[in-house]
């Protein structure tokens, strides 16, 4: 109607936004644990001297190792190992090696911080894959916050959680999973 204002019809609740903006609230927190650029670098594949000359360059170094990540992948690891945020998204098409990307992550996460990578995906063949791809523990979200809220399941302090498929998660789910790894300090990787 020309008698409503542009703009003043909701679709949404006010509980809605508020999960919404506590999730935007959670991503731009710098509280997670993280690595020097040079040092992450140096894990994905660079040596140290490679990338403190690749640093004062402006650009990445190549690799040598025999797990050597693509540029764009090896700039999402240093990326997401030197962010510091709570929250980080990874994002890409079929294809074009989250999987590989993840396994990587978990497996510096591992060795640097000393804490295990949990996987949490919207079914549990999903989880089985991420297990698969080098992650300690892989659970089907629900489930998991069933097992959490029995005391069945906790999270490490500092540990890396990874969210695969992130865009099929339910608002309620990722709140929830923030909310529990704020409490420990952990950092989540949405993919």
């Known amino acids: 109607s020309v008698y409503l204002a542009p703009y003043a019809e909701r679709y949404t609740t006010a509980t809605q936004l508020d ?65 510091g945020r709570s929250v980080d998204v990874l994002i890409g098409a079929a294809g074009t090696g989250k999987s590989f990307t993840v396994s990587r992550l978990a497996e510096i996460w591992r060795a640097e911080h000393g804490t295990p990578a949990l996987g949490l995906a919207t079914s549990q063949n999903a989880a089985v894959v991420l297990k698969r791809e080098g992650l300690d523990h892989a659970m089907n979200i629900e489930r998991w916050l069933t097992k959490v809220a029995a005391g069945e399941e906790r999270l490490t302090p500092g540990q890396l959680i990874v969210v695969d498929e992130a865009s099929m998660v339910t608002t309620d789910h990722l709140v929830r999973i923030q909310r529990l790894a704020d409490e420990a300090g952990c950092k989540v990787v949405w993919t």
Do not use: Y
């Open 19 to 83: 999960r919404e903006a506590a999730l935007i609230a959670a991503a731009l927190r710098r509280e997670a644990p993280r690595l020097d650029e040079t040092r992450a670098a140096a894990l994905v594949g660079m040596s140290v001297e490679e990338a403190e000359q690749a640093a004062l360059r402006g650009e990445a170094a190549p690799e040598s190792e025999e797990r050597r990540p693509f540029q764009d992948q090896a700039d999402a690891l240093v990326g997401i190992l030197t962010s």
